[in-house]
Structure formats: structure tokens, C-alpha cells
């Protein structure tokens, strides 16, 4: 029988030889790779920490200690070891989430999945047993890359304060957040790699000493903590003691008796304790090691043997602005790009390679990514910053009070925007539309197609005196949707056919398509409907009052929080005209989503063509006095959405 079936939770692992455990990491590696292809997921990350987590599982007693795990995309080894192992509905509706879930398991702790947040957790949950008076311990398990972060470093200064307050921080080393991590710190950690004196020194002592009986274990763990002055003769070491921080390592992250001597250690002193772990990503999987891009930090469905992916789909959102990315490149010399850790993820890795200099990788550190911006475009180029729609809320300030009220011609390029789905609730683009619109100055497109991404770019990169941005959905791009006309800025992507329409359906972005089909299914129901693309949501266009006031109802779509969204400032633009027409607006519930597909979680929340066909259907009904049984419950189903 495999060792892997025979481990249901945490303490089984407490009976397994030395060598057991090194089976079960096989057996993990193998696990993984046949699941993760079955289904997509983070496989490297995780094939880098099979032994780091069998050993933080051996040393500490979860849940009663507290593992915590910055953003979580390399939890799957946690899950396995904590009694879930069944990975065949792997981040799809009803079945395991991608990261750490509270709901799945009392061994999980943290799920926002956003990076750099795991030590003011940590610090926070310590604080909280030293109140109490609890002997538990907290283990923080952050990757180097996470480590850029700004968020750590604020948290490591508060961690440090307290020399009494058990705390271990695992460094999880391997070089890479996505791609490989860029900064001052990965340079100082390259250092402690390189500088392989230490180690060597104690190999070789280690070697001598356990043919010593009696004391010579004892004296080379006396070693192996050696003081300061020691380690900073050999190794320059001394950062993290300067913080005041315990420092162990750099350890061999698959070498389990190295990881349980080193945790046990650093478990047994009573203070804030880094362990400093050298790991590997994509261990054991030689498809994932030859892949210089990312190391398989994440795939779709893939031929395990190959790595190869089982099928391709059309040209995405991603791409087709990092190919537009490319070509402005080469026009305009002072078109420059930032990215926060994920240079090929948004799209700009192509960009990179045709103009190395004119790229800024800041690490996983999108605050600090937008006030650079904001000092490139004062000192007279035009950065464009690609992120995730989700991170920039982490930046909201630094776009309202550095980029925005200096007036910076800075241009925000939001990737994965709107419901991502399969990442689950941090990871659905859903706020952006709404967080932005308090901006004063800002501009904000929402392309519908491939060609307004181009297009759109091009003219937030003209506007040199505001913050500009340009939001688009995951995955792959569908066929161009035409224009029929234009009003004001706006396009017209469906004429009434009558002098006297009934509804002014506002289509935002990417779900253009789906508002074409409901008003298909309206003029069935004898209702004659305008749609139209707005392209910049915000400001709102000035013909989009004059427009309304031609209609009886004024319906809005978008991919975003109904609360603050488009529909809200549209609803605003309106009162401010004058113009006193009904408005409707279908938008994601202010709620955070479970993780399923884009339309899985769509047809969930209602925002879908026929669901909201229905609705103005029942909208119009009463307007013309035809109210019935059928519209009342629409609006009693949408209520209990909400």
C-alpha cells in the first residue's frame, strides 16, 4: 500500500522512518504531477516544498500550531498531509480551492492568496498568545519573492521588537516568485546561496563529529547554532541579525534531517527565529526544470510525461496587449514598463526582451511599483504599469495621492479584471471599477474585444497630464464585436429600429457579447433595445444623458461590484442631467465568490443573458402596467442574490 493513502492527518507522520518520509516525498512528486495535469494548478511551487512541509508537519502540532502560509499557492502538500487527498475537482466548483480554506480544514489559517501578508498574520496570532498566555506556536512560511514585499519588512520590523515572543519565520528560497525575483534583497540572499563556506565547513565537521561518541552530535549542534561572529566570518549573514532576528541556515530545503534539526531548534528558542530554506521549484519534474520562464509555477491541463498542454485555445486578452505593448515600444521611446513580479503573467515578457532597459521588475511591490510611476512620468516618459486588477487595490493610495493629484501620465493596465473564477475570491478583478471611480482626473477604459484593446491603449498612452487605465478579462479573447455607429465617444453596437426605444442597455467591456443576446431575447419579448459600448466608463460620457432620456429604461452590465460600479456613476451622471429615467444595474454581488469556472460563478450571481432578459422583461412589464406573478418573483430571486 503507499504510504501516501495511509496519511490522514498530520501525526501519522510521527511513525515513518528516515526513509519512509523520502518515499512518501516521491510518492507526493508523483501524486502531484498525475493530478495537477489532470486538472491545472501551481505544480512547481509545490513540488518545491514537499519536504519543507513534511518537516514543518513533524516539528509543530497543527492545528494547536499555527502554520501559516504567505499567499498559499504552494499548499497542496499541506492539504494532502492534513486529510485531502482527493484533487480531482481541483479549484473547480465543489472541489478542493487552490489555496488554504478555512472552510475545507481547521488546519488552514490564511486564504486571501495576496503576497507579503503572512508575517503581520504571524506577528498578529503571536501577540495574541503571549495575551492569553498560550504555549502555541506559529510558524510563517514566505517565499523570496513575497519577501520584496513591503508588507514583510514593515512586519519583520515589528517581529524583531519583541525578543521574547516565539515566532518562526521559513524563508523559502528558490529564487522565484513566478519568474526569477528581482531586487536588492534577492541579491543578498544569492549572497548567503553562494557563499557556501558555512555549510562546507560544517559538512565537513558534521562528518567528523558524528564518528565521535557520546558528544559529538551535541557539539555539532552546538555548532550549527553558532553565534554571530562566526556566521558573519564565513558568510555575510548578518542582515537579518542586525534586525534582531535569530538566523538559521541557509539549510537544504530537501534534506528532511537538516529541515527537522533546524525547525526543532529554531522551535526550542522562545524568540522570533528565521529559518532560512534553499529550495528548488519544480523538484522532480523535469518538464517543470527545463521551463526557464516560471518552472510550471502554474498550468492548465498537461501530458504528464511531456508537460506539454493538452490543448490550445485562441489568442488571449494577455496577449494581444503584450503584442500591442511591442509595437508602441518601437514607436515611442519613452513608452516604458513596470510589472510587480510577474513579467510574463501580464503579458510584457516580450517587451522585456526587445528592450531590456525600458522594463522595471520591483518585486512584489505594487505600492511602491505606482509611485515609481508616477516619478518616471515627472521625469518625462510614459510608464505603463501591467498588474492583476485584484493587486492594484493594494495600491489605491498611491494612485489617488501620487499619481492622480500630480497629474501624472501614468497608465495602469489591469489584467485578469473582473470574475476570474477558478482562483476563488482574491482572485476574481472585481472592485477596481468601483475603488477607481473616487479618483479625480482618472481615466478608465473597459475594451470589448482584441481591437479596442489595441485601440484603447494607444489613447490612454496619448494622455500625458492623468492617471489612465485599461482593465480586460482572463483567458481567451473572443471575434471582434462590431460598432454600428457612434454617439458621442460612445459606440453603438445595436440600433433600436424605432424612433421611440424602450431600453438604453449599457454594455461594459468584455460582457458585450452577452448584451447582445439579451437584447435578441428583449426583441422577442416585442421590447426594441439600444446597446451601447461606452469604451471609457469613466468619466461618463457626456451623450450618455441625452441618449437615456430618448429611452424609458436605462440598463446597465458589467463585470464588477454592482456597489460604487459603472452603474453607479452612471445612475449619478443621469440625476445630475436632469434626466429621470429608471436604471437598473447588474453587476457582482458585494460578496466575496467561491472558486468555479468564469461561467459557473457567473450563472451563480445571475449575470447571465437570460437572467437578465428576464428581469427587464419584468422592468418594462410594469412600466406598461403588465406587472405579474412571473416579475415578482424575478425581482424576490434577484433579492435573495443580493
Known amino acids: 500500500m503507499p504510504l501516501l493513502t495511509r496519511i490522514t492527518g498530520p501525526r501519522d507522520l510521527d511513525r515513518l522512518s528516515l526513509e519512509e518520509l523520502n518515499q512518501l516525498a516521491e510518492e507526493i512528486r508523483t501524486f502531484l504531477v498525475d493530478a495537477v495535469s489532470k486538472t491545472g494548478g501551481h505544480l512547481g511551487p509545490n513540488l518545491g516544498v514537499v519536504e519543507l512541509t513534511l518537516a514543518l508537519h513533524r516539528v509543530f502540532d497543527s492545528p494547536k500550531d499555527k502554520v501559516l502560509w504567505d499567499t498559499g ?162 558568510a555575510p549573514q548578518g542582515m537579518f541579525e542586525d534586525l534582531g532576528l535569530k538566523y538559521v541556515g541557509p539549510i537544504d530545503g530537501h534534506d528532511l534531517e537538516a529541515l527537522e534539526s533546524a525547525l526543532t531548534r529554531a522551535k526550542r528558542f522562545g524568540g522570533p527565529v528565521i529559518v532560512h530554506c534553499l529550495t528548488e521549484k519544480g523538484r522532480g519534474y523535469q518538464p517543470a526544470l527545463a521551463d526557464e520562464a516560471d518552472r510550471f509555477h502554474a498550468v492548465g491541463r498537461i501530458h504528464p510525461d511531456t508537460g506539454l498542454p493538452i490543448s490550445t485555445s485562441g489568442a488571449d486578452w494577455t496577449s494581444v496587449f503584450g503584442d500591442e505593448m511591442l509595437k508602441l515600444g518601437k514607436e515611442r521611446e519613452d513608452v516604458v514598463a513596470i510589472t510587480a513580479a510577474m513579467l510574463q503573467p501580464v503579458g510584457l515578457d516580450k517587451f522585456a526582451k526587445a528592450f531590456p532597459d525600458r522594463v522595471y521588475d520591483v518585486g512584489i511591490a505594487e505600492q511602491h511599483g505606482a509611485v515609481s510611476a508616477a516619478g518616471l512620468a515627472h521625469g518625462g516618459v510614459h510608464p505603463v504599469f501591467a498588474v492583476y486588477a485584484t493587486f492594484l487595490n493594494r495600491a489605491f493610495d498611491q494612485v489617488l495621492m501620487d499619481v492622480a493629484l500630480h497629474k501624472c501620465g501614468v497608465t495602469f493596465v489591469l489584467d485578469r479584471a473582473g470574475v476570474t473564477g477558478t482562483d476563488g475570491a482574491s482572485h476574481n478583478g472585481m472592485w477596481d471599477m468601483s475603488i477607481l471611480q473616487v479618483v479625480p482626473g482618472l481615466r478608465l477604459a473597459a475594451p470589448r474585444d482584441a481591437d479596442q484593446v489595441r485601440a484603447q491603449l494607444r489613447e490612454a498612452v496619448a494622455v500625458d497630464d492623468a492617471p489612465t487605465v485599461v482593465r480586460f478579462s482572463k483567458g481567451a479573447v473572443g471575434p471582434a464585436v462590431p460598432a454600428v455607429g457612434r454617439v458621442g465617444g460612445m459606440d453603438v453596437l445595436r440600433a433600436p429600429g424605432t424612433d421611440t426605444p424602450d431600453v438604453l442597455l449599457v454594455s461594459v467591456g468584455a460582457l458585450a457579447p452577452m448584451c447582445l443576446e439579451i437584447a435578441d431575447l428583449l426583441n422577442k419579448q416585442g421590447i426594441s433595445t439600444t446597446v451601447v459600448d461606452p469604451r471609457w466608463v469613466k468619466p461618463v460620457d457626456e451623450a450618455m444623458a441625452p441618449l437615456a432620456e430618448r429611452h424609458r429604461v436605462v440598463v446597465t452590465v458589467e463585470d464588477n461590484s454592482r456597489v460604487g460600479g459603472v452603474g453607479s456613476a452612471v445612475a449619478q451622471a443621469l440625476r445630475d442631467a436632469g434626466v429621470d429615467v429608471p436604471l437598473r444595474d447588474f453587476g457582482i454581488p458585494p460578496r466575496f465568490l467561491d472558486h468555479a469556472s468564469r461561467a459557473e460563478v457567473l450563472a451563480e450571481i445571475g449575470l447571465t443573458a437570460p437572467d437578465i432578459a428576464r428581469q427587464v422583461t419584468g422592468l418594462v412589464a410594469r412600466l406598461d402596467g403588465r406587472y405579474d406573478r412571473a416579475g415578482a418573483e424575478a425581482d424576490q430571486v434577484e433579492a435573495a442574490r443580493d
Open 73 to 234: 499557492h504552494q499548499s497542496y502538500v499541506h492539504k494532502l498531509l492534513t486529510g485531502r487527498q482527493d484533487f480531482s475537482k481541483l479549484k473547480m466548483k465543489g472541489g478542493l480551492s487552490g489555496y488554504p480554506s478555512q472552510a475545507e480544514s481547521e488546519h488552514d489559517v490564511i486564504e486571501n492568496s495576496h503576497a507579503s501578508t503572512v508575517l503581520g498574520w504571524a506577528d498578529g496570532i503571536a501577540k495574541a498568545n503571549q495575551v492569553l498566555d498560550r504555549d502555541d506556536h506559529v510558524v510563517a512560511v514566505i517565499g523570496d519573492g513575497a519577501l520584496t514585499g513591503g508588507m514583510a519588512w514593515e512586519a519583520l520590523n515589528n517581529i524583531a521588537a519583541a525578543k521574547d515572543r516565539p515566532l518562526v519565520i521559513v524563508v523559502n528560497d528558490n529564487e522565484r516568485s513566478y519568474a526569477p525575483t528581482i531586487g536588492g534583497l534577492a541579491n543578498h540572499l544569492a549572497t548567503l546561496r553562494t557563499t557556501d563556506g558555512y555549510e562546507r565547513f560544517l559538512a565537513r565537521t558534521k562528518e567528523v563529529l558524528e564518528r565521535t561518541p557520546v558528544v559529538g552530535r551535541p557539539l555539532y549542534d552546538t555548532l550549527h547554532g553558532a553565534k554571530k561572529g562566526l556566521k558573519d566570518f564565513i
